[in-house]
Each structure stands twice: as structure tokens, then as C-alpha cells.
């Protein structure tokens, strides 16, 4: 069969595959592959590589590969291509999570526009200032998160704002042994899933809400190279939520979580995540409830303007996430 003029090169499938493997997976194990090919970009979850123990694991794996794939989104626009995306387009094979065809020249605007910010984004476990996220900025993320099919929900009442802080408290402290145990061993390997330069530094604390919102992801591991910071007092808390609770909905929550971190890093907004309380089935549900509706919860995200910029964290070598497929 001939080339068509929008086929993909090698070039632009292996720029395609490294953009994906750029975006943000729980406690970064990339639990995913990509099989490129002139014509289209697969999208598959790798569940085995995903953290043990959480409640979550299942959802973990598919939001992550949600945030790839809305990355393979903007890197083929961004490239001029038009694509049809088929989510879960298989019944009989669950981990194929998505199939972006390419279609013709053109490619969304927006998402290609969103392309730039893919290399600069970060997970952001440092001290940021201590100010609000502009109502103005703020409506744009939220429309990001719609755009996708999830909703942003910005915890601005003190009540329900006191309550999950309670949550992500009360998860820290009744955490199962076997899961803290797995994620010490990711973070103390030869290569360790997040360094310490990702890690940021140890929250002091003092009693404050911002100690609690930043999630420690190695509390008394001592890790060498690790200070310790007071956070800002206040931090900005959100709740990405779906309507649904299915894999099809943790794909949209990881598309909306990419896209609107995406919007938020060219907005100069950081993030990080404290979703310790939805690691656990009873406390996810006592987050949803806390609602005046009935989102299901996704992420727990702060935001806010960063005062550090940590590295980029590493990934996996490209020969191990992906296949070339095709012609
Ligand atoms: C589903 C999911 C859950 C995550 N949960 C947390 C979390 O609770 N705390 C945290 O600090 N980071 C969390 N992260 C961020 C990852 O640890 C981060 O994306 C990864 O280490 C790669 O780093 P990067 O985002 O800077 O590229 C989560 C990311 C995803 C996609």
C-alpha cells in the first residue's frame, strides 16, 4: 500500500513515543507502551509495573495512560495531523487503553498550542508562594478538565477544605505497611522511581495545613540530600473528578489531568498531588461524599506558583516502551 501524505515518519513516531512517555504516572512507574506506525499510535497499559497494595492500582494505570495519551494528542497535532481516537477499542483486550488513527493533515489547535509546555511540565513536591491561583487561571484549568470530560473542583469552602485535609491526614497515618514497604523500595533502588531532587523537601512540621497537603512520598526513609522546608500555610487544594467510575473514566481523568497541567504550566501554575486518600476504597468514598454532588474522585491536586524547579524525572529508555508496528 503507498504512503499517504500525512504517514508518519520514523523520526515523527519516535518523537511522538518520547512526548507520551514524558507525561506524569503514579509514582512514576510508566505503566504503559506504545506501538507506532505511519498510520496510528497505540496506547497500552503495562498493569504489572504499577505500585502494589493500593486500592487504586487499577485506576492508577489507566489515569496514567489517560495523561499519555492526551500527550500523543498534542504531539500529532502539534505535527499537523488530524486523528480519530478509539478509547478501550477492544472489548476483549482491556489494556489496549487507545487508538489514535491518523487521519489527514490539520490537527487541533489547542492541543498542538498545549505541545509546547510538554517538556517544561513537572510534578512540583517544593514550597510554593504563598498566594491563591487567580479565579481567571483557575477557570482556565477547569475548562481544561471539562474539555476532557472531568470536572475540577476547587475546595474554596473552609469546611469541605478542612475536611479532606483531614483525609489525606488520616490516610498518611493508617497506611498499610506492605504498601509503604513497595513504594520505599521504588524510591531507594539503584535508580530510584523519583530521586530526591523530585522529592522535595521534607515538610517541617509546624501544625499547618501546608504540612499535611504535601504529600511525603518517603517519610522516614532519611534519604541523603533531602532538607527539610515549611511549606506555604495555606496550600490551593482541587479535586479532579468524573461522572462515571469506570476504565473509561480514569482514561478521561488522565487526559483532563495532562491537559489542564499542561495549560497550568504555561500559566507558570505548578502541581503536586496528595491522592493518599484515594488509595484507600473507604476513604475515597468519605473525599466524595464530602461533596455537594457526586463526582467520583480522581486526583487530589495543590496548585500553586512554584518557587523551584526540580528536574525533569527520569523514564524508562525508549526501546522498553516502544514497538514499531506496520509498514
Ligand atoms: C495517577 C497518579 C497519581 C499520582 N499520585 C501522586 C501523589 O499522591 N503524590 C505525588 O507527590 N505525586 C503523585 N503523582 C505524580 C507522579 O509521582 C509523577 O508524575 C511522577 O513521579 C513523574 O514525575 P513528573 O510528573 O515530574 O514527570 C501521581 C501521578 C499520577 C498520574
Request: glycine share 8%.
Amino acid at each position: 500500500m503507498p504512503y499517504t501524505d500525512h504517514a508518519l515518519d520514523v523520526p515523527e513516531q519516535t518523537a511522538v513515543a518520547a512526548a507520551a512517555a514524558s507525561a506524569p504516572s503514579v509514582l512514576n512507574a510508566q505503566p504503559w507502551l506504545f506501538a507506532t506506525g505511519p498510520d496510528a499510535v497505540e496506547v497500552r497499559a503495562d498493569p504489572l509495573r504499577a505500585p502494589t497494595g493500593t486500592a487504586s492500582a487499577e485506576r492508577d494505570v489507566y489515569l496514567s495512560c489517560g495523561a499519555a495519551l492526551f500527550t500523543v494528542r498534542a504531539a500529532l497535532a502539534r505535527l499537523g495531523r488530524e486523528v480519530r481516537v478509539s478509547v478501550l477499542p477492544e472489548a476483549r483486550d482491556p489494556l489496549l487503553v487507545a487508538r489514535v488513527a491518523v487521519t489527514g493533515d490539520g490537527g487541533d489547535p489547542a492541543a498542538a498550542a498545549l505541545y509546547r509546555w510538554v517538556g517544561e511540565r513537572r510534578t512540583n513536591r517544593h514550597p510554593f508562594r504563598p498566594e491563591p491561583v487567580p479565579a481567571g487561571v483557575f477557570t482556565l484549568l477547569r475548562g481544561a478538565a471539562e474539555r476532557e470530560g472531568a470536572t475540577l473542583r476547587r475546595l474554596d469552602a473552609e469546611p469541605e477544605y478542612q475536611r479532606v485535609l483531614t483525609l489525606i491526614r488520616r490516610a498518611s497515618l493508617t497506611e498499610d505497611d506492605a504498601v509503604r514497604e513497595d513504594r520505599a523500595a521504588r524510591l531507594t533502588a539503584g535508580t530510584p522511581a523519583v530521586p530526591v531532587e523530585n522529592l522535595g523537601p521534607v515538610p517541617r512540621r509546624e501544625g499547618r495545613d501546608g504540612d499535611t497537603a504535601v504529600r511525603d512520598l518517603a517519610p522516614g526513609l532519611g534519604l541523603p540530600g533531602r532538607g527539610t522546608a515549611a511549606f506555604e500555610p495555606h496550600p490551593e487544594l482541587a479535586v479532579l473528578e468524573t461522572p462515571q467510575d469506570s476504565p473509561a473514566s480514569w482514561i478521561a481523568a488522565g487526559q483532563a489531568l495532562q491537559r489542564l497541567l499542561l495549560e497550568a504550566t504555561g500559566h507558570g501554575v505548578a502541581a503536586s498531588f496528595a491522592n493518599q486518600p484515594l488509595e484507600d476504597a473507604d476513604l475515597r468514598a468519605d473525599v466524595s461524599s464530602s461533596a455537594a454532588h457526586f463526582g467520583h474522585p480522581q486526583m487530589v491536586l495543590r496548585l500553586g506558583y512554584p518557587l523551584t524547579r526540580p528536574p525533569a524525572a527520569p523514564r524508562r529508555p525508549q526501546h522498553e516502551v516502544l514497538r514499531r508496528v506496520g509498514r
